[in-house]
Nanobody, 125 residues
Framework: VQLQASGGGLVQAGGSLSLHCAAS????????LGWFRQAPGKEREFVAA????????YYADSVKGRFTITRDNAKSTLYLQMSSLKPEDTAVYSC???????????????????WGQGTQVTVSS
């Protein structure tokens, strides 16, 4: 499956942004899909994931209650709605997919075999 992320930009603290990740070339519903982010000088970190087939959602504690991950299997698109953004949310956000993720390691980026290019999100204070 090929992934392409879009929707990043510059926003003031407290604002909102929506990221999209369009997929092609695979059975979309059969993939676990995730969003990860990486800030300069920091490790890549898990943001949110949508489990394959069930669509169950999982979030990093740092974004819980502020970010919402959704997927539209008919459109083969993954979304990340971000609200109440903080300067510490500034990072390059990437979408990723895996078919054989195990739930206990959902937050481990090394489980994901397919990646889209990143999109920059910058939150000004």
């Amino acid at each position: 499956v090929q992934l392409q992320a879009s929707g990043g930009g510059l926003v003031q603290a407290g604002g909102s942004l929506s990221l999209h990740c369009a997929a092609s070339g695979g059975t979309f519903s059969g993939y676990t899909l995730g969003w990860f982010r990486q800030a300069p000088g920091k490790e890549r970190e898990f943001v949110a994931a949508s489990w394959r087939n069930t669509g169950n959602k999982y979030y990093a504690d740092s974004v819980k209650g502020r970010f919402t991950i959704t997927r539209d299997n008919a459109k083969s698109t993954l979304y990340l709605q971000m609200s109440s953004l903080k300067p510490e949310d500034t990072a390059v956000y990437s979408c990723a997919a895996c078919r054989t993720c195990i739930l206990s390691s959902l937050r481990n980026f090394q489980q994901y075999s397919h990646w889209g290019q990143g999109t920059q999100v910058t939150v000004s204070s």
